[in-house]
C-alpha cells in the first residue's frame, strides 16, 4: 500500500498519541499550518500545510517562528 501524504510519518503513524497533543491545525490568514503549543499564550510553527509556494515567503509563518496568542484558538 501506498501512501501519499504531505505529513510526516511520525504524524502518521504515532508511536505515542500523547506525543501529539500539543501539536495543532491553524489557519493564518488563510494559510494551512501547524502549530505546537508553546505556554498558554505562546505557540511555535511547526510546518506550512499549502501548495502554493508564495506561503512559504510568508515571514511570520516560517517553520520555528512563534506566534503570539491566537484569537478563538480551541484546544
Known sequence: MTLYTILPP????PHAAEAFHNIHNYSYE??????????????????IISTDPAHY???????????????GFNN
Open 30 to 47: 488563510g494559510i494551512p499550518i501547524l502549530i505546537e503549543q508553546q505556554s498558554p499564550t505562546s505557540f511555535r510553527v511547526q510546518r
Open 10 to 13: 511520525e504524524q502518521v503513524f
Open 57 to 71: 515567503l510568508v515571514p511570520a509563518i516560517q517553520p520555528g517562528s512563534y506566534l503570539p496568542v491566537l484569537q
